[in-house]
């Protein structure tokens, strides 16, 4: 049960929630089968969570706020600010925008009592994405947020917090019209992996990257062309 869970954190990392899921549906039979309780609410966690990453909103809501409530009621606290940030993307793609910065504050909270700061980056850059996803959009408290979700992650040197950091500091440059600051800002943090290149963050940086060059060349060639 522990190998399922692992193996069910590494997918969620490279971004295949399909294979996540899996491994977490296998680690709740298991569990069922042996009467395993604490490792079949871990199982639900992972099984709401990899939802949520997949886009299935709706159902994961719920799935993930009963799971995580389970889970504290037996005293266990691992992995929770993580959890909690990504119930924070799921409540504000339905637009429960107060319960998604109710559960980025409570991550936050839960990083500062268990000194649990591997997923504290990854925190910050979910809270720039939803100020941006108000009615009215907060584009200085976004960038606050990702500016500090890079510097956690350089402090770390979580090379992979960084990178999705830095992909959100970009797109919002690029949506302000500081394309050649975006792509300044990202090329390097992508330029340092050597593998990994079909993982969904590097393949989303890649398209950005791309994205900034193509618009580049067709602003220099309409230069040299006036």
């Not at 940030?85 to 409570?106: F, P, T, Y």
Request: aromatic share 8%.
């Amino acid at each position: 049960m522990s190998s399922l869970a692992t193996t069910s954190w590494t997918y969620i990392f490279l971004g295949n929630y399909a294979k996540a899921r899996a491994q977490g549906d296998e680690l709740i039979a298991l569990a069922d089968e042996t009467g395993a309780s604490t490792w079949k609410t871990i199982g639900m966690i992972f099984r709401g969570a990899t939802r949520a990453l997949a886009g299935d909103a709706p159902d994961a809501a719920q799935q993930i706020t009963s799971s995580l409530q389970s889970n504290l009621s037996t005293g266990a606290s691992v992995s929770i600010p993580y959890f909690l940030s990504v119930l924070a993307k799921v409540n504000a793609d339905l637009g429960e925008l107060d319960k998604a910065w109710r559960c980025i504050n409570e991550a936050m909270a839960a990083v500062e009592a268990t000194g649990e700061r591997w997923s504290e980056a990854d925190i910050h850059r979910t809270a720039g994405e939803i100020a941006l996803m108000s009615w009215k959009p907060d584009a200085a408290k976004a960038r606050a947020h990702f500016e500090r979700a890079l510097e956690v992650a350089r402090a770390q040197k979580a090379r992979s917090w960084e990178l999705r950091a830095a992909m959100g500091l970009a797109r919002l440059r690029r949506d302000q019209g500081k394309r050649a600051e975006a792509h300044d800002l990202l090329a390097p943090v992508y330029g340092w992996f050597t593998e990994g290149f079909e993982t969904r963050d590097l393949r989303e940086a890649k398209a950005l990257l791309e994205e900034f060059a193509s618009r580049r060349g067709q602003r220099q060639i309409a230069q040299e062309t006036a």
